[in-house]
């Protein structure tokens, strides 16, 4: 992995990244950082995260691309809106703000990224916006195909924390002050990531900072009871229904214990535009563990003159 990129080792707050605020859906303001130029590119990041998931791959991308890195209402430096999670932090709402923030910059054609969560909203944000996004490129998806397998034994092992996260005090507990925060964080950050090397000390400490102000956990767990019904449902849908019809690739890492590489199995049913690659080694955090193969697979989905 390469050390000497620009901004890799830069604090989320430096004003180097192209800070800007917009408008999501219903009167939402909306953080998002900006940088380069050329066909535009969205950038959408998982739990636990925010725009700052892609710290090592927007400098890899800038050259090429109008590279947009959003924080998800509820996520980062976005507003915090004090709704139930089935009002106000559904799959819906995060692609209903998306396409507000696209609507309010002008943007006609997109690529979209996403990993984790941000892998589930550019799925709704392809079927609602059939037009507008033109390709996908996805990291270690959730999507339709997993299944009821989500729910065996050895998975469920693995996922304790989506359901701790529907407890309306949960938040309290993870946030009761920063070290707290940082314990909880931690975990994820050492049992999620394969290439140990890839979490810096002073990068993983900003995130910490970022997920310790007043607010901030609930705002980013609130997704978690909005989606807890919505798995068995979608497993129950006739797969032609959910279909992507865009270009979409596919990154999905081998050694990623929530999500393992066995449940890509099905993926062609949902995405028959799909190219799928594995990758070896590689955990979770595809963004931050494997930045060249992501860049890689978000260029090749841009349009090509």
């Given at each position: 992995?390469?050390?000497?990129?620009?901004?890799?080792?830069?604090?989320?707050?430096?004003?180097?990244?192209?800070?800007?605020?917009?408008?999501?859906?219903?009167?939402?303001?909306?953080?998002?950082?900006?940088?380069?130029?050329?066909?535009?590119?969205?950038?959408?990041?998982?739990?636990?995260?925010?725009?700052?998931?892609?710290?090592?791959?927007?400098?890899?991308?800038?050259?090429?691309?109008?590279?947009?890195?959003?924080?998800?209402?509820?996520?980062?430096?976005?507003?915090?809106?004090?709704?139930?999670?089935?009002?106000?932090?559904?799959?819906?709402?995060?692609?209903?703000?998306?396409?507000?923030?696209?609507?309010?910059?002008?943007?006609?054609?997109?690529?979209?990224?996403?990993?984790?969560?941000?892998?589930?909203?550019?799925?709704?944000?392809?079927?609602?916006?059939?037009?507008?996004?033109?390709?996908?490129?996805?990291?270690?998806?959730?999507?339709?195909?997993?299944?009821?397998?989500?729910?065996?034994?050895?998975?469920?092992?693995?996922?304790?924390?989506?359901?701790?996260?529907?407890?309306?005090?949960?938040?309290?507990?993870?946030?009761?002050?920063?070290?707290?925060?940082?314990?909880?964080?931690?975990?994820?950050y050492d049992h999620w990531v394969a290439?140990?090397?890839?979490?810096?000390?002073?990068?993983?400490?900003?995130?910490?900072?970022?997920?310790?102000?007043?607010?901030?956990v609930r705002g980013s767990i609130n997704?978690?009871?909005?989606?807890?019904?919505?798995?068995?449902?979608?497993?129950?849908?006739?797969?032609?229904?959910?279909?992507?019809?865009?270009?979409?690739?596919?990154?999905?890492?081998?050694?990623?214990?929530?999500?393992?590489?066995?449940?890509?199995?099905?993926l062609q049913e949902y995405f028959p535009?799909?190219?799928?690659?594995?990758?070896?080694?590689?955990?979770?955090?595809?963004?931050?563990?494997?930045?060249?193969?992501?860049?890689?697979?978000?260029?090749?989905?841009?349009?090509?003159?």
């Amino acid at each position: 992995m390469r050390t000497n990129d620009p901004l890799i080792d830069v604090h989320p707050t430096d004003s180097r990244w192209g800070h800007n605020f917009g408008p999501g859906d219903d009167g939402i303001r909306l953080h998002y950082v900006r940088r380069g130029r050329g066909p535009s590119v969205v950038l959408l990041h998982g739990w636990p995260g925010f725009w700052y998931d892609w710290r090592r791959v927007i400098p890899r991308l800038d050259e090429k691309a109008d590279v947009i890195a959003p924080d998800f209402r509820g996520f980062g430096d976005s507003d915090k809106p004090k709704l139930t999670p089935e009002e106000g932090y559904t799959p819906e709402a995060f692609a209903n703000d998306i396409i507000a923030l696209l609507d309010h910059l002008g943007i006609r054609e997109v690529v979209v990224a996403g990993h984790d969560l941000g892998a589930t909203v550019a799925q709704f944000l392809a079927r609602k916006e059939r037009k507008r996004i033109k390709a996908l490129a996805l990291f270690n998806p959730s999507y339709p195909g997993i299944g009821m397998r989500r729910f065996e034994p050895s998975a469920q092992r693995e996922s304790w924390y989506q359901h701790f996260h529907c407890l309306p005090w949960s938040d309290q507990l993870i946030g009761y002050n920063r070290d707290t925060v940082d314990l909880y964080l931690r975990h994820f950050y050492d049992h999620w990531v394969a290439r140990k090397e890839a979490v810096r000390p002073k990068e993983f400490e900003a995130i910490v900072d970022v997920f310790s102000r007043e607010g901030a956990v609930r705002g980013s767990i609130n997704h978690y009871a909005a989606r807890a019904a919505a798995h068995i449902k979608e497993s129950e849908v006739d797969p032609k229904v959910l279909r992507i019809a865009q270009p979409t690739i596919i990154l999905w890492a081998d050694a990623d214990p929530v999500r393992p590489s066995r449940w890509a199995d099905r993926l062609q049913e949902y995405f028959p535009s799909m190219t799928l690659r594995i990758l070896k080694g590689v955990g979770h955090f595809v963004p931050l563990e494997a930045p060249d193969d992501t860049a890689e697979s978000i260029r090749a989905a841009l349009p090509h003159e």
